[in-house]
């Protein structure tokens, strides 16, 4: 894969970097979930750097970092949950109504929560 340079010239990309950034979905998003409520103010980068340095730091943490996204997204939930915004067994309610709610979808239909066959309407 090239890419052009400012003068107009093909240069070839290192190896690798043609290769996707995220190897799933769910890791971009986690991705974006924590630049976004960084610019919110929810948090610093040090403070995030330091959640994730501890989660990639744990002995489980595998060698060829190929679960480096599972902590990251440990890390956010750590972090939100040690400041107060969302506590583990909410944040774990939430994904297990979107997984219902994703079984319960047809295929090629949009994912919604109110497909969440418990889903409950607020008042």
Known sequence: MSRPEPNGVAADLPAGLDA?????????????????????GLFSWSEWAQALSTEVGKPDAAADGHDYYEHWLAAL????????LAAKPDVDAMAEAWERAAHATPHGKPILLENDPEFESAP
Request: charged residues 25%.
């Open 77 to 84: 939930e750590r972090l939100l949950a040690s400041k107060g």
């Open 20 to 40: 996707p950034v995220f190897a799933e979905p769910w890791q971009a998003e986690a991705f974006a979930m924590t630049v976004a409520l960084h610019d919110k």
